[in-house]
């Protein structure tokens, strides 16, 4: 019976799905960052702050925490006090939550966890989706709801949610990251009043009444000892064994009130099927549909799907099978490496073993879909072949070509195609170009204005800066349960023809499908304008080329270039899915619904796009031949190393796919300085330098983001065979050097994004026009050719001899080779700058332990890494241990460097005699500058010659040792490397206990304040007054100091820096820390994208900052204190700008001005007096002649 | 005892209590100051410009500025700033400060504007209309920086602004208007004949300055001196009696002498910026202490009796207004 529900329906995604039960369901929400569970804490805080209500017509306090163990904290205090808690977490979050997670289900504590499911951190850190996190807390005690579609994971959230007050058993309700959490779909709305009906309020009350109150107070958690824990912890049984039938109780209620129907397995195919296939989660939908078809042609096939997976009901499980089933293959989204099988399949096994004692079917298990691989029909398909082989493999993958140990199964696409019925539409885009939020829009305005479903698929590459973007769109007159990337399109849109160059995007179109391309070019030039692979696929597909200006569209309507909307709206008109009338007002209504807040402005603008759009669109007559000479690049050159070719190019070429096991290292190890053969050639203008006015300062490549301008200076007679147009001068920049010194700058013409912050920066104007520099923005267009032979010349010319560098200054630095390059960082990203400049400086000797976050994200996303090696194959030795955990995780390194270092000089002590004088030559080096780094290497190499030669057997052994030993005879630093959510958040604690150990680690802070890689999430180095995700109305509290946090350990030695304010500064604080014995910490100031300015201009940025003492630049050395000096020098002078005009700057604070100005206005009063209180307080700590002294660890 | 001089005036039809109004101003953009200067004793007050480039500059600076790196790469759902309730774009918040200002203030309240397209006037007028202010003010200044556009291109620029507002409106309106015309005497008849009921002389242009350290140039408006006032005083004289709309001096009327000075040249008010700038809103009161004490004394009746009464019509020496002026003054300045 249809109970209180009536059919509504939304168009949303899964995290949304949820989180709206969840933020219904709860009165307190204790919330951390991670993807791809962000989006659940966001909306909840975002609800809360616009004072949307629960059941109970309360607003959910909602709170962010440090880290994922801090929130699982929150949650347990606040179920302990007897509030409906919840929160959200994926992947490691979910780990750290652990110990919460055994507490809250060992206390019978209602409480619901919504999880979307990701991959745990092994080889290799992965944000996509599949059931390692979930599987690796399923022994905790918390009941496990499994959510396979945008729907389930609204209603089985509610089913958590009203389970877990009937039994008392917490609940973790999961669903597939990315692909079921990032899915927009078309659903039936539960209504407030269906949720309000599926929370008895008398549990409320007793989980209420249950917690702590000093009214009725309770000890909860004692510690207990051989003689009953055992007992106790037996003593919760019931609530468990009783959790299946209460789950299935309130699914039948949901039922009642809805009409959909769940139930702890669901089955789908042939009553009397043989071959019975069992999964859970978003596979779930390809599954249904491979098995529906099959079955529909009198296959005997079926699927199961898990919902209630803990606590499992074997009774259930069997009853839902087939009593004809003969065979069954488990998928399990996970690895677990030794085991017998994998946990599903585990389940599945001992759950027949115990009900079928005597004719049990056969069972097999796969792994399928890690890391969000695809899982498709076809797939499903060979499986149910492989049940029906002879001899089916008892243990399987399905989805990747293993070569290795031949688990994977064969696997033919082309045996599945999709329904007629539904129409599917693949969009092309730049990552922020608004393409992934208009067809959002569009899957919304089918959805809810029209009778048919959509869903949108959004798939993102690994790049922060150009990204690609590929928008999957299905709708129909059906439910779409089409879990899987489209294989045949209907629709194909390419909205950046640049994007022509590097991916064949009309593979994906079926025959005769329509193909609209955003093009400058009018229907007269645009075939000529292709890819000869594009025109091929237009001509031998037969295609229907419609193009449109959607720049000059947007550009007339004053919109800037910005195609989103005219776009949108030509798909439209094109897919027909509306009458066209009907199509423009539905996507004005939706501008209306995404931009009225920003204004009637911004509404009229877009509303004129939308109007011209269809009138700029033009079909192509397809001519019958091929023309020009335009085709798609190759993703690397053909002097790439083997590596590159045979594999990295692969994945650049979006065939990453198709890779073997055996192309894979088998540790997650790879090699280094491979972004140099990925030319994304992003740029439309790149920077030329002029050498008639330069004046050799070096600033221009010190700031650039990607290493894309470089600097030599060279001997005369190295630029005799230089290529025509090549430019150098003379080089003035060191009076100490010889004469006849030329001078390079050199940009990298396909590795520039074109942000700017070179020609921003520069200080040499032309006396005649002074807005022309000596580094001068121009269209890439223009330069090309002749700058790619340029920068391919200055790449062949000699590398500078690092021990005759000056490396305390700018102009040194710069000649150094940069060993971090070309990086897939945002345009203008203030961190990357510090990067850079640390690996010319150090770059040959040092190991960088990278929290994770955005560092370690352009720095280490596959397909390629900007960690490089110079021409001796030295380089930073890059590795990534997880978020929370990378001052300790450096702090080790330290330790194993130092312990081989100590090895390595006793056995160098005691074979002294027998390697002669070269011995105590080591042993008392000095390496503190770059030429003792030189001879320093040098001995070492003459000692493992002398090492060689030693034939003595007593001393042979030692030689060897000593030998495998040696290259820790030269010193190595440890950076420590990492955002502020690491350091002042999640990782603080640790980092507070490596500033306390005294050893020998540099520790940088690359300070954007805020989480910038998961989107802009408050941290607690967010100032006053600024907008931040979690902080919408304005952050209410001052950063914290983390650099006099540490300063108080007295031996510690710290620095703030900041680029833009003064270059000298920062290379003399990287130089002091590696130079200082102890822990060192520096703070960097790294604009950031998330600050809501043009990053272009990020280096006079960072100068007003320090200008208006917001951000004051200091240097903390211990060592100075020894020589009778203060530790603490202020880099930076009293503070001239007032914060308010530094902060009207930058769309962070401007914001809050503008939306709230009386709040504005008292947050800023309080930040001038925070920037004050600091200035006066360092003043005086300036003056202090004493620290307290640091015992540094003994040797 | 001599009885004080009537100081009320009419400005474009509005009753005034004396000739003294605050032009546009921050001390006239917060209800603080406003409340003030009429405790001071300002006759009116105009509000600050309402800039509609300023307002789309805002709108789509923050439209680009929230989408900039929204879906840039799947750890990013939507964009790096949360959905806020109101971003207080377009002139919601000017409006707020015209409907506050009408709730606090007893004296007229004129609203100022500067657009940028002749729709962007006529729907930010009408706005302001609505909302309550009793006269507007559109501050025009064009620089017509295209050697291509020739005067009488950008004169009709002027004359279909005024026009229009002119057809959206039924308050009062000013015309603020620069010294910049070949001839501006019929320029000045033109705007009254295009519908404005009022000219204010002259507006004061951001000036550019360039930055000898930076070899930059930075856009710059100093306060007003005194002297800036005589330009002003010549065409109150010339025009005077020649329109049909009331006149409004601005510009260098730092006390009570040159507010004299132009009310005796023709002026209907007086409007003050700088002085109140530098010495705050109470130096109304002086200025009107002033005015009053110099009219009474002299046994003016009302003001009505001395406005215009050395205008160029009514000077005995009406040529002192016009180029020979200029040869005296080169005379007086000539080395002894």
Same mark, same amino acid.
């Given at each position: 019976?249809?109970?209180?529900?009536?059919t509504?329906w939304?168009?949303?995604?899964?995290?949304e799905?949820?989180?709206?039960v969840?933020?219904?369901?709860?009165?307190?929400?204790?919330?951390?960052?991670?993807?791809?569970?962000?989006?659940?804490?966001e909306?909840a805080?975002?609800?809360?702050?616009?004072?949307?209500?629960?059941?109970?017509?309360?607003?959910?306090?909602?709170?962010?925490m440090?880290?994922?163990?801090?929130?699982?904290?929150?949650?347990?205090?606040a179920?302990?006090?007897?509030a409906?808690?919840?929160?959200?977490?994926?992947?490691?979050?979910l780990?750290l939550?652990?110990?919460?997670?055994?507490?809250?289900?060992?206390?019978?504590?209602?409480?619901?966890?919504?999880?979307?499911a990701?991959?745990?951190?092994?080889?290799?850190?992965?944000i996509?989706?599949?059931?390692?996190?979930?599987?690796?807390?399923?022994?905790?005690? #918390?009941?496990?709801?499994?959510?396979s579609?945008?729907?389930?994971?609204?209603?089985l959230?509610?089913?958590?949610?009203?389970s877990?007050?009937?039994?008392?058993v917490?609940?973790?309700?999961?669903?597939?990251?990315?692909?079921?959490?990032?899915?927009?779909?078309?659903?039936?709305?539960?209504?407030?009043?269906?949720?309000?009906?599926?929370?008895?309020?008398?549990l409320?009350?007793?989980?209420?009444?249950?917690?702590?109150?000093?009214?009725h107070?309770?000890l909860?958690?004692?510690?207990?000892?051989?003689?009953?824990?055992?007992?106790?912890?037996?003593a919760?049984?019931?609530?468990?064994?009783?959790?299946?039938?209460?789950?299935?109780?309130?699914?039948?209620?949901?039922?009642?009130?809805?009409?959909?129907?769940?139930?702890?397995?669901?089955?789908?195919?042939?009553?009397?099927?043989?071959?019975?296939?069992?999964?859970?989660?978003?596979?779930?939908?390809?599954?249904i549909?491979?098995?529906?078809?099959?079955?529909?042609?009198?296959?005997?096939?079926?699927?199961?799907?898990?919902?209630? +997976?803990?606590?499992f009901?074997?009774?259930?499980?069997?009853?839902?099978?087939?009593?004809?089933?003969?065979?069954?293959?488990?998928?399990?989204?996970?690895?677990?490496?030794?085991?017998?099988?994998e946990p599903?399949?585990?389940?599945?096994?001992?759950? /027949?073993?115990?009900?079928?004692?005597?004719s049990?079917?056969?069972v097999?298990?796969?792994?399928?879909?890690?890391?969000?691989?695809?899982?498709?029909?076809? #797939?499903?398909?060979?499986?149910?072949?492989?049940?029906?082989?002879?001899?089916?493999?008892p243990?399987?993958?399905?989805?990747?070509?293993?070569?290795?140990?031949?688990?994977?199964?064969?696997?033919?696409?082309?045996?599945?195609?999709?329904?007629?019925?539904?129409?599917?539409?693949?969009?092309?885009g730049?990552?922020?170009?608004?393409?992934?939020?208009?067809?959002k829009?569009?899957?919304?305005?089918?959805g809810?204005?029209?009778?048919?479903?959509?869903?949108?698929?959004?798939?993102?590459?690994?790049?922060?800066?150009?990204?690609?973007?590929?928008?999957? /769109?299905?709708f129909?007159?059906e439910?779409?349960?089409s879990?899987y990337?489209?294989g045949?399109?209907d629709?194909?849109?390419?909205?950046?023809?640049?994007?022509l160059?590097?991916?064949?995007?009309?593979?994906?179109?079926?025959?005769?499908?329509?193909?609209?391309?955003?093009?400058?070019?009018?229907?007269?030039?645009?075939?000529?304008?292709?890819?000869?692979?594009?025109?091929?696929?237009?001509?031998?597909?037969?295609?229907?080329?419609?193009?449109?200006d959607?720049?000059?569209?947007?550009?007339?309507?004053?919109?800037?270039?910005?195609?989103?909307? &005219?776009?949108q709206?030509?798909?439209?008109?094109?897919a027909?899915?509306?009458?066209p009338?009907?199509?423009?007002?539905?996507v004005?209504d939706?501008?209306s619904?995404?931009?009225?807040?920003?204004?009637?402005?911004?509404?009229?603008?877009?509303?004129a796009?939308?109007?011209?759009? &269809?009138?700029?669109l033009v079909r192509?007559?397809t001519?019958a031949?091929?023309?020009?000479?335009?085709?798609?690049?190759?993703p690397?050159?053909?002097?790439?190393?083997?590596?590159v070719?045979?594999v990295?190019?692969?994945?650049?070429?979006?065939?990453?796919d198709?890779?073997?096991?055996?192309?894979?290292?088998?540790?997650?190890s790879?090699?280094?300085?491979t972004?140099?053969?990925?030319?994304?050639?992003?740029?439309?203008?790149?920077?030329?330098?002029?050498?008639?006015?330069?004046?050799?300062?070096?600033?221009?490549?010190?700031v650039c983001?990607?290493?894309?301008?470089?600097m030599?200076?060279?001997?005369?007679?190295?630029?005799?065979?230089?290529?025509?147009?090549?430019r150098?001068?003379?080089w003035?920049?060191?009076?100490?050097?010889?004469?006849?010194?030329?001078?390079?700058?050199?940009?990298?013409?396909?590795?520039?994004?074109?942000?700017?912050?070179?020609?921003s920066?520069?200080?040499?104007?032309?006396?005649?026009?002074?807005?022309?520099?000596?580094?001068?923005?121009?269209?890439?267009?223009?330069?090309?050719?002749?700058?790619?032979?340029?920068?391919?010349?200055?790449?062949?010319?000699?590398?500078?001899?690092?021990?005759?560098?000056?490396?305390?200054t700018?102009?040194?630095?710069?000649?150094?080779?940069?060993?971090f390059?070309?990086?897939?960082?945002?345009?203008?990203?203030?961190?990357?700058p510090?990067?850079?400049l640390?690996?010319?400086?150090?770059?040959d000797?040092?190991?960088?332990?990278n929290?994770?976050?955005?560092?370690?994200?352009?720095?280490?996303?596959l397909?390629?890494?900007?960690?490089?090696?110079?021409?001796?194959?030295?380089?930073?030795?890059?590795?990534?241990?997880?978020?929370?955990?990378?001052?300790?995780?450096g702090?080790?390194?330290?330790?194993?460097?130092?312990h081989h270092?100590?090895?390595?000089?006793r056995?160098?002590?005691?074979?002294?005699?027998?390697?002669?004088?070269?011995?105590a030559?080591?042993?008392?080096?000095?390496?503190?500058?770059?030429r003792?780094?030189?001879?320093?290497?040098e001995?070492?190499?003459?000692l493992?010659a002398?090492?060689?030669?030693?034939?003595?057997?007593?001393?042979?052994?030692?030689?060897?040792?000593?030998?495998?030993?040696?290259?820790? /005879? &030269?010193d190595?630093?440890?950076?420590?490397?990492?955002?502020?959510?690491w350091?002042?958040?999640i990782?603080?604690?640790?980092?507070?206990h490596?500033?306390a150990?005294?050893?020998?680690?540099n520790?940088?802070?690359?300070?954007?304040?805020?989480?910038?890689?998961?989107?802009g999430q408050?941290?607690?180095?967010?100032?006053r007054?600024?907008?931040?995700?979690?902080?919408?109305?304005?952050?209410?509290?001052?950063?914290?100091?983390?650099?006099?946090?540490?300063?108080?350990?007295?031996?510690?030695?710290?620095?703030?820096?900041a680029?833009?304010?003064?270059?000298?500064?920062?290379?003399?604080a990287?130089?002091?820390?590696?130079?200082?014995?102890?822990?060192?910490?520096?703070?960097?100031?790294?604009?950031?994208?998330?600050h809501?300015?043009?990053?272009?201009?990020?280096?006079?940025?960072?100068?007003?900052a320090?200008?208006?003492? +917001?951000?004051?630049?200091?240097r903390?050395?211990?060592?100075?204190?020894a020589?009778?000096?203060?530790?603490?020098?202020?880099?930076?002078?009293?503070?001239?700008?007032?914060?308010?005009d530094?902060?009207?700057?930058e769309?962070?604070?401007?914001?809050?001005?503008?939306?709230?100005?009386?709040?504005?206005?008292?947050?800023?009063?309080?930040?001038?007096q925070?920037?004050?209180?600091?200035?006066? /307080?360092?003043?005086?700590?300036?003056?202090?002649?004493?620290?307290?002294?640091?015992?540094?660890?003994?040797? | 005892?001599?009885?004080?001089t009537d100081?009320?005036?009419?400005?474009?039809?509005?009753?005034?209590a004396?000739p003294?109004v605050a032009?546009?101003?921050p001390l006239?953009?917060?209800?603080?100051t406003?409340?003030?200067?009429?405790?001071?004793?300002?006759?009116?007050?105009v509000?600050p410009?309402?800039f509609e480039?300023?307002?789309?500059?805002?709108?789509?600076?923050?439209?680009?500025?929230?989408?900039?790196g929204?879906?840039?790469?799947?750890?990013?759902?939507?964009?790096?700033?949360?959905?806020?309730?109101?971003?207080?774009?377009?002139?919601?918040?000017?409006?707020?400060?015209?409907?506050a200002?009408?709730?606090e203030?007893?004296i007229?309240?004129?609203?100022?504007l500067?657009?940028?397209?002749?729709?962007?006037?006529?729907?930010?007028a009408?706005?302001l209309?609505?909302?309550?202010?009793?006269a507007?003010?559109?501050?025009?200044?064009?620089i017509?920086?295209?050697?291509?556009?020739?005067?009488?291109?950008?004169?009709?620029?002027y004359l279909?602004?005024?026009?229009?507002?002119?057809?959206?409106?039924?308050?009062?309106?000013?015309?603020?208007?620069?010294?910049?015309?070949?001839?501006?005497?019929?320029?000045?008849?033109?705007?009254?004949?295009?519908?404005a009921?009022?000219?204010?002389?002259?507006?004061?242009?951001?000036?550019?300055?360039?930055?000898?350290?930076?070899?930059?140039?930075?856009p710059n408006?100093?306060?007003?001196?005194p002297?800036?006032?005589r330009?002003?005083?010549r065409?109150?004289?010339?025009?005077?009696?020649?329109l049909?709309?009331s006149?409004?001096?601005?510009?260098?009327?730092?006390?009570?002498?040159?507010?004299?000075?132009?009310?005796?040249?023709?002026?209907?008010?007086?409007?003050?910026?700088?002085?109140l700038?530098?010495?705050?809103?109470?130096h109304?009161?002086?200025?009107?202490d002033?005015?009053?004490?110099?009219?009474?004394?002299?046994?003016?009746?009302?003001?009505?009796?001395?406005?215009?009464?050395?205008?160029?019509?009514?000077?005995?020496?009406?040529?002192?207004?016009?180029?020979?002026?200029?040869?005296?003054?080169?005379a007086s300045?000539?080395?002894?």
């Amino acid at each position: 019976m249809r109970g209180a529900d009536t059919t509504s329906w939304v168009t949303v995604d899964g995290n949304e799905a949820a989180a709206r039960v969840a933020h219904q369901a709860s009165e307190v929400i204790a919330i951390y960052p991670i993807t791809p569970a962000s989006a659940m804490g966001e909306l909840a805080d975002a609800w809360s702050q616009q004072g949307r209500t629960n059941a109970w017509g309360a607003v959910p306090d909602v709170i962010e925490m440090q880290s994922e163990g801090g929130a699982a904290g929150a949650v347990h205090g606040a179920l302990q006090a007897g509030a409906l808690t919840t929160t959200f977490t994926a992947s490691q979050g979910l780990l750290l939550m652990i110990p919460n997670l055994y507490k809250i289900a060992g206390e019978l504590t209602p409480a619901v966890v919504h999880v979307a499911a990701r991959s745990l951190a092994t080889h290799a850190l992965s944000i996509f989706g599949d059931h390692s996190d979930v599987m690796a807390v399923r022994q905790t005690g #918390m009941a496990m709801l499994a959510s396979s579609s945008v729907q389930e994971a609204q209603d089985l959230a509610l089913v958590a949610h009203a389970s877990t007050l009937r039994t008392r058993v917490p609940f973790l309700h999961f669903f597939d990251g990315f692909r079921t959490s990032h899915e927009v779909s078309k659903i039936e709305s539960v209504s407030d009043d269906t949720i309000r009906e599926m929370i008895d309020d008398s549990l409320v009350e007793q989980h209420r009444t249950r917690g702590l109150n000093p009214n009725h107070p309770v000890l909860r958690r004692t510690a207990q000892n051989p003689d009953v824990f055992f007992q106790a912890r037996e003593a919760a049984n019931p609530f468990h064994l009783a959790t299946p039938n209460a789950v299935q109780t309130e699914m039948d209620r949901l039922a009642d009130l809805t009409g959909r129907a769940y139930h702890l397995f669901d089955y789908w195919g042939a009553p009397d099927a043989e071959r019975v296939i069992v999964m859970m989660g978003s596979g779930v939908g390809a599954a249904i549909e491979a098995v529906e078809r099959e079955a529909a042609a009198g296959a005997k096939v079926g699927v199961v799907a898990v919902r209630l +997976y803990r606590p499992f009901d074997s009774e259930a499980f069997v009853a839902a099978l087939p009593a004809s089933v003969r065979s069954i293959a488990v998928l399990d989204r996970t690895k677990e490496p030794g085991s017998v099988g994998e946990p599903l399949y585990s389940d599945v096994v001992t759950a /027949l073993f115990e009900r079928h004692q005597k004719s049990m079917p056969s069972v097999i298990g796969g792994r399928y879909g890690l890391s969000s691989k695809e899982f498709t029909p076809a #797939m499903a398909l060979s499986i149910l072949d492989e049940l029906d082989g002879a001899t089916p493999r008892p243990h399987f993958t399905v989805g990747i070509i293993d070569d290795v140990t031949h688990l994977s199964l064969d696997v033919d696409e082309s045996r599945w195609s999709e329904p007629d019925n539904v129409n599917r539409a693949v969009f092309y885009g730049l990552g922020s170009d608004g393409t992934v939020g208009a067809n959002k829009n569009s899957v919304k305005i089918i959805g809810e204005s029209t009778t048919q479903f959509a869903q949108g698929y959004f798939v993102y590459d690994s790049k922060k800066s150009g990204s690609m973007t590929v928008s999957h /769109l299905r709708f129909g007159p059906e439910p779409i349960r089409s879990t899987y990337l489209i294989g045949e399109a209907d629709f194909v849109a390419c909205h950046h023809t640049s994007l022509l160059d590097q991916v064949d995007v009309l593979r994906i179109a079926r025959r005769g499908a329509t193909f609209l391309l955003n093009t400058h070019h009018g229907p007269e030039t645009v075939w000529r304008s292709l890819p000869i692979e594009t025109q091929r696929q237009i001509i031998d597909k037969d295609l229907a080329l419609w193009i449109v200006d959607g720049g000059r569209v947007a550009t007339e309507a004053g919109l800037g270039g910005h195609v989103n909307t &005219v776009l949108q709206t030509c798909f439209f008109f094109l897919a027909g899915v509306l009458p066209p009338d009907e199509a423009v007002a539905a996507v004005k209504d939706a501008i209306s619904r995404s931009y009225q807040k920003r204004g009637q402005l911004v509404l009229d603008r877009n509303f004129a796009a939308v109007d011209q759009a &269809v009138a700029a669109l033009v079909r192509v007559e397809t001519p019958a031949e091929m023309v020009g000479t335009r085709r798609l690049r190759r993703p690397v050159p053909e002097e790439a190393p083997d590596f590159v070719q045979r594999v990295t190019a692969m994945m650049m070429d979006g065939k990453g796919d198709l890779l073997p096991v055996s192309a894979m290292p088998v540790d997650g190890s790879f090699p280094m300085g491979t972004a140099q053969w990925e030319k994304r050639s992003l740029a439309i203008d790149i920077p030329i330098w002029d050498p008639d006015i330069c004046i050799d300062c070096g600033r221009c490549t010190l700031v650039c983001p990607h290493a894309a301008i470089r600097m030599k200076v060279l001997p005369a007679e190295t630029l005799t065979d230089a290529p025509e147009g090549f430019r150098d001068k003379d080089w003035t920049g060191d009076r100490h050097s010889t004469p006849d010194q030329r001078l390079v700058i050199q940009v990298a013409p396909d590795d520039c994004t074109g942000c700017g912050v070179c020609v921003s920066i520069c200080p040499a104007k032309s006396k005649e026009v002074v807005k022309h520099r000596a580094i001068n923005m121009e269209a890439k267009a223009d330069h090309l050719d002749a700058e790619r032979i340029n920068f391919a010349h200055f790449l062949d010319l000699p590398e500078a001899d690092r021990s005759s560098l000056d490396l305390l200054t700018i102009k040194g630095t710069q000649q150094a080779q940069p060993l971090f390059e070309f990086s897939g960082a945002c345009l203008g990203c203030g961190e990357t700058p510090y990067l850079k400049l640390l690996t010319q400086q150090f770059g040959d000797r040092i190991t960088v332990a990278n929290a994770t976050g955005c560092s370690s994200i352009y720095g280490a996303n596959l397909p390629t890494t900007p960690w490089a090696t110079n021409a001796d194959g030295r380089g930073p030795a890059w590795a990534n241990s997880l978020f929370e955990d990378n001052a300790e995780f450096g702090l080790g390194m330290r330790l194993a460097l130092d312990h081989h270092e100590a090895e390595a000089r006793r056995l160098l002590a005691s074979l002294a005699s027998e390697v002669g004088p070269v011995a105590a030559d080591i042993l008392e080096a000095d390496q503190s500058h770059e030429r003792g780094i030189a001879d320093q290497r040098e001995r070492v190499a003459a000692l493992r010659a002398r090492l060689d030669q030693l034939a003595d057997p007593e001393t042979t052994p030692l030689a060897s040792r000593l030998r495998s030993l040696s290259d820790y /005879l &030269v010193d190595t630093g440890v950076w420590i490397v990492g955002g502020d959510g690491w350091a002042y958040d999640i990782g603080f604690g640790g980092l507070d206990h490596v500033l306390a150990s005294g050893r020998n680690v540099n520790i940088l802070v690359l300070d954007t304040e805020v989480y910038s890689n998961t989107g802009g999430q408050t941290s607690k180095a967010t100032p006053r007054a600024a907008i931040a995700k979690f902080s919408a109305g304005g952050k209410t509290t001052a950063k914290k100091d983390l650099g006099m946090i540490a300063m108080a350990y007295g031996g510690v030695y710290v620095a703030q820096v900041a680029m833009g304010a003064n270059m000298t500064q920062v290379i003399k604080a990287f130089a002091e820390a590696e130079a200082h014995p102890g822990p060192s910490l520096i703070i960097a100031y790294s604009p950031c994208i998330a600050h809501g300015f043009d990053l272009t201009h990020m280096m006079e940025h960072q100068k007003m900052a320090v200008e208006s003492g +917001y951000w004051p630049m200091y240097r903390y050395d211990p060592g100075r204190e020894a020589a009778g000096e203060h530790a603490l020098h202020l880099d930076s002078r009293p503070p001239k700008v007032a914060f308010r005009d530094f902060a009207m700057t930058e769309g962070r604070f401007a914001m809050l001005a503008r939306s709230n100005p009386q709040v504005a206005e008292r947050l800023f009063t309080e930040a001038q007096q925070d920037i004050d209180d600091r200035w006066h /307080l360092y003043q005086q700590m300036v003056d202090v002649e004493h620290t307290a002294t640091f015992g540094q660890v003994e040797e | 005892m001599t009885p004080t001089t009537d100081l009320r005036t009419h400005y474009m039809g509005l009753d005034l209590a004396n000739p003294i109004v605050a032009s546009s101003s921050p001390l006239t953009g917060q209800i603080d100051t406003l409340v003030a200067l009429q405790e001071a004793g300002a006759a009116a007050i105009v509000l600050p410009s309402l800039f509609e480039e300023q307002i789309e500059h805002d709108a789509m600076g923050l439209h680009r500025g929230l989408d900039t790196g929204a879906d840039q790469h799947g750890e990013v759902f939507g964009g790096y700033f949360p959905e806020l309730d109101s971003y207080n774009t377009g002139p919601d918040r000017y409006l707020r400060t015209l409907i506050a200002a009408k709730n606090e203030l007893t004296i007229p309240v004129i609203a100022s504007l500067n657009g940028t397209s002749t729709g962007g006037w006529t729907h930010y007028a009408k706005l302001l209309e609505d909302e309550g202010a009793d006269a507007l003010e559109l501050n025009i200044y064009l620089i017509a920086a295209d050697a291509n556009a020739s005067a009488a291109d950008v004169e009709d620029q002027y004359l279909q602004l005024v026009a229009a507002v002119r057809s959206t409106v039924e308050i009062p309106l000013a015309v603020k208007i620069g010294p910049f015309f070949s001839s501006p005497a019929n320029m000045a008849r033109r705007l009254v004949d295009a519908g404005a009921d009022g000219l204010v002389l002259f507006n004061r242009f951001y000036q550019p300055d360039i930055d000898l350290d930076q070899l930059s140039t930075t856009p710059n408006l100093v306060l007003s001196s005194p002297n800036e006032m005589r330009l002003v005083l010549r065409w109150v004289a010339i025009l005077h009696g020649q329109l049909e709309a009331s006149l409004a001096a601005t510009t260098g009327i730092h006390d009570a002498e040159a507010a004299i000075k132009l009310i005796l040249a023709g002026a209907d008010v007086t409007m003050m910026t700088s002085a109140l700038l530098m010495h705050g809103p109470e130096h109304v009161t002086t200025v009107l202490d002033g005015l009053s004490h110099w009219f009474t004394e002299r046994e003016y009746r009302s003001l009505t009796q001395a406005r215009g009464s050395l205008s160029q019509k009514s000077s005995p020496d009406p040529s002192s207004f016009e180029r020979t002026n200029y040869m005296a003054n080169l005379a007086s300045y000539s080395p002894h």
